[in-house]
């Protein structure tokens, strides 16, 4: 008889410490897999960041003093396009061998791309596309990132304050969040009963998981917006 007990209870005793080893082993995984996307979330963000730089420090090159109200074409803070000469010589370095005097335009648009839902949050993701369109070329128009805000362009004065109108622009800010929504979420996010308590708790949980990766915002000074 004390055979058998000491045999249950050896069962019970390994049945348990399985148990912690699995819930451990899937703990780990998922703080590995999360952390791993998010710096994925970050890499990609820090690129589609450096790209519209490089393209806004363009915005008005090459075009003349007198026409300088005309450059930012469309001032949207989901929405802008200027003028530029992408391909004015060779210095431009833009990869073409024709090159021109006529104004060029570069364009970014912010669009809805997707909604998630995680039952008691729903964040949407947006797309960022960019359009180049080079005189006598065919317009190219490429997505180049996602973020989870909407209002990434501000248009300042001279001195970082808000313009009354789009020809007073001297610098643009930019403001990108990215969230990674292929985190992978806790099993007691998905238990429980529907309580006030523990419906607020899970929106506390997927907020914290649902962070904002990484969080950009730069102040591009044109100089050729302030002659």
Same mark, same amino acid.
């Given at each position: 008889m004390s055979s058998m007990l000491d045999i249950i209870a050896a069962m019970l005793i390994g049945g348990f410490l399985l148990l912690i080893a699995f819930t451990t082993t899937d703990t780990a995984n998922r703080t590995f897999f999360n952390y791993n996307a998010d710096a994925i979330t970050q890499l990609n963000l820090t690129n589609l960041s450096n790209t519209m730089q490089y393209d806004l420090r363009k915005m008005g090159y090459g075009i003349p003093e007198a026409l300088e109200s005309t450059i930012i074409?469309?001032?949207?803070?989901?929405? %802008?396009k200027?003028?530029?000469? =992408?391909?004015?010589?060779?210095?431009?370095?833009?990869? &073409?061998? #024709?090159?021109?005097?006529?104004?060029?335009?570069i364009e970014y648009t912010i669009v809805p791309a997707e909604s998630i839902d995680f039952g008691d949050t729903v964040i949407t993701m947006y797309s960022v596309y960019r359009k180049v369109t080079i005189a006598g070329q065919s317009p190219q128009t490429q997505?180049?990132?996602?973020?989870?805000?909407?209002?990434?362009?501000?248009?300042?004065?001279? %001195?970082?304050?808000?313009?009354? =109108?789009?020809?007073?622009?001297?610098?643009?800010?930019? &403001?990108? #969040?990215a969230f990674d929504p292929q985190i992978v979420l806790s099993p007691e996010l998905f238990v429980g009963g529907d309580t006030v308590e523990e419906q607020t708790r899970r929106k506390e949980e997927l907020r914290r998981l649902l962070r904002a990766s990484y969080w950009r915002q730069t102040r591009l000074i044109s100089r050729n917006l302030r002659r």
């Open positions: 074409q469309i001032g949207e803070p989901n929405h %802008i200027f003028l530029a000469h =992408l391909n004015k010589d060779a210095d431009c370095n833009i990869g &073409t061998t #024709t090159f021109d005097n006529i104004a060029d335009t997505e180049i990132g996602r973020i989870g805000n909407n209002d990434v362009f501000r248009y300042l004065d001279q %001195i970082g304050n808000p313009v009354p =109108l789009l020809a007073a622009t001297k610098m643009v800010e930019i &403001t990108l #969040t």
